[in-house]
């Protein structure tokens, strides 16, 4: 009999055990599924990001991009747009997720042409010759110098900044953040914090006219 009782008070002690274990893992797959709110914002808000428009906009698009993403490249022009149908109640943030092969080292020369005043301007040469430095979905970064003659960057800088552990630190972070919020693919936005109810032109325009009218 005191074997019997030993065994199943064996037993209990076994399925409590597991039955804990299985609580903790859930826990803690569920806290890293799912940030909290103060580490989304964390995430998002990243100061010294590349910016444009009126800083104090009521409107903060944020962009996780990669130069050499077709997509990015043709949404580039709409989201332009949403500023200029919004006067001063856009502003619109950059942050990098270089998914596509060789592409880390395209958004390096980006982030050291934005640490001298000419982030849009590089960016935009880029989007402009994408299928020239762009091959079968692979970015070939020793195809951009000549796209980068005439936009008056500083090349013996830019390349010293593009070597730099600063600028890795920062394609670093935000390929981790892009990791926290759940970014798989780009483009993706995020208008005042909240991310497209599903992926298109008309849902990014919806939701940030609906941000517009919430500002007034």
């Not at 130069?67 to 990098?96: I, W």
């Not at 042409?113 to 079968?136: I, K, P, Y």
Request: net charge neutral.
């Amino acid at each position: 009999m005191k074997q019997r009782s030993a065994l199943l008070l064996a037993a209990g002690l076994l399925i409590l055990a597991l039955g804990t274990g299985a609580f903790v893992y859930k826990t803690q797959n569920d806290e890293h599924s799912a940030p909290t709110a103060a580490q989304s914002l964390r995430a998002l808000l990243r100061t010294n990001a590349p910016s444009f428009g009126n800083a104090d906009a009521p409107v903060h698009i944020v962009e996780f991009l990669d130069p050499a993403c077709g997509t990015c490249s043709e949404f580039y022009p709409f989201v332009k747009g949403l500023m200029a149908a919004h006067p001063g109640k856009v502003r619109v943030t950059v942050r990098y997720a270089p998914f596509h092969p060789g592409s880390d080292q395209v958004v390096k020369v980006l982030e050291a042409a934005h640490r001298q005043g000419q982030f849009r301007q590089t960016l935009e040469a880029l989007f402009a010759a994408q299928s020239v430095w762009v091959l079968n979905h692979r970015a070939q970064a020793d195809l951009i110098w000549p796209l980068l003659n005439g936009l008056g960057l500083d090349m013996e800088r830019l390349r010293a900044d593009m070597a730099s552990p600063e600028v890795a630190q920062v394609v670093q972070q935000d390929l981790a953040d892009a990791n926290t919020l759940g970014v798989a693919m780009t483009p993706e936005f995020f208008v005042n914090g909240r991310p497209l109810p599903k992926f298109g032109y008309d849902d990014l325009k919806m939701l940030v006219e609906d941000a517009v009218v919430k500002a007034r």
